[in-house]
C-alpha cells in the first residue's frame, strides 16, 4: 500500500494556523451557556475579575453549585410531594423497606442540603 501522503496527490498540504485564544474564548462562552452561568448587569461598583486561564472565576463555580443544588432540592420536594399526594389516594398499598429507606435518604439528603446551603458551603451542599 503506497503512502497516502507521498503519492503525490496531497503533496501541496497547508499547514492551518488557529488561534487558540479566540477558539477557547468561544469555547469558554458556549460552556458557561450550556451550564447555565449568565453575564448579567453587575451592581453598580461592581467590579469582575477575569477568570484568566482557569476557565471558570471563582463567583462563576460558585453560581453554578448553589443554582444545580437548589435545582435539584425542588426536584426533591416535587417528586417527594408526588409521591405522598399518589401515597394518599392508595390507602391499602404496601412500600417495600427498601423504597421508604431510599424516601427517608432524599428527605434527610435534602434537608442537608438546605442547611449547607443557609450556611454558604456550597460543596458540601451540592454533594448532599
Same mark, same amino acid.
Not at 3 to 8: A, V
Not at 61 to 89: G, I, P
Given at each position: 500500500?503506497?503512502?497516502?501522503?507521498?503519492?503525490?496527490?496531497?503533496?501541496?498540504?497547508?499547514?492551518?494556523? %488557529? +488561534?487558540? %485564544?479566540?477558539?477557547?474564548?468561544?469555547?469558554?462562552?458556549?460552556?458557561?451557556?450550556?451550564?447555565?452561568? =449568565?453575564?448579567? &448587569?453587575? &451592581?453598580?461598583?461592581?467590579?469582575?475579575?477575569? &477568570?484568566?486561564?482557569?476557565?471558570?472565576? +471563582?463567583?462563576?463555580? +460558585?453560581?453554578?453549585?448553589?443554582?444545580?443544588?437548589?435545582?435539584? %432540592?425542588?426536584? %426533591?420536594? #416535587? #417528586?417527594? #410531594?408526588?409521591?405522598?399526594?399518589?401515597? +394518599?389516594?392508595?390507602?391499602?398499598?404496601?412500600?417495600?423497606?427498601?423504597?421508604?429507606?431510599?424516601?427517608?435518604?432524599?428527605?434527610? =439528603?435534602?434537608?442537608?442540603?438546605? #442547611?449547607?446551603?443557609?450556611?454558604?458551603?456550597?460543596?458540601?451542599?451540592?454533594?448532599?
Amino acid at each position: 500500500m503506497a503512502n497516502f501522503w507521498s503519492s503525490g496527490k496531497y503533496s501541496r498540504c497547508r499547514r492551518v494556523e %488557529v +488561534d487558540m %485564544v479566540r477558539t477557547m474564548e468561544v469555547f469558554l462562552a458556549q460552556l458557561r451557556l450550556l451550564f447555565g452561568i =449568565s453575564s448579567g &448587569p453587575l &451592581p453598580e461598583g461592581a467590579l469582575l475579575e477575569s &477568570p484568566g486561564n482557569e476557565g471558570l472565576a +471563582d463567583w462563576e463555580l +460558585d453560581r453554578l453549585l448553589w443554582s444545580r443544588t437548589v435545582e435539584n %432540592v425542588a426536584t %426533591v420536594s #416535587t #417528586t417527594l #410531594t408526588s409521591l405522598a399526594q399518589l401515597l +394518599d389516594k392508595i390507602g391499602n398499598i404496601v412500600i417495600k423497606d427498601a423504597v421508604a429507606s431510599e424516601v427517608y435518604h432524599a428527605v434527610e =439528603s435534602a434537608r442537608r442540603a438546605m #442547611t449547607e446551603l443557609s450556611l454558604g458551603r456550597l460543596d458540601s451542599a451540592f454533594q448532599a
